[in-house]
């Protein structure tokens, strides 16, 4: 009897920096996902935003859940200013938050990831 495949919430369980970005993804943790993902210390969770809409996705709720203090935003290609109401939501929370291209938060997540400081990043897929 074949068994069925099963179809997991794309998550990895741990923090791990990004070894590489483009062609529509990241390369993390010797694994690829395809698609917008967030790094958080509960882990690295896909996650549906894209360039035109950079801001949505149920999941982005996650980042209120977690202790960090640095939410760094890749919002693709280009650096997109936050929604007001999420900019507000983020102050209220006591989390800093940093819009910038996807690489240029890549770069900088990756630095204070190795410096053990409470980061977290939402990272836009670029192509």
Known sequence: MVQGIEI???HFPGRA?????GNGGFRFAEMSHRGSILCLPSGIYGWSATAEEPFL?????????????FLLFGTGKNIRRLPPGLAE??????????PMSTGAAVRTFNIMLSEGRPVGAALVAVD
């Open 89 to 98: 939501r983020l102050k209220r929370a006591g989390i800093s938050c940093d």
């Open 8 to 10: 997991r919430e794309a």
């Open 57 to 69: 996705g149920e999941r982005l709720e996650r980042i209120f859940d977690e202790e960090i203090r």
């Open 17 to 21: 920096p990004i070894e590489a970005y």
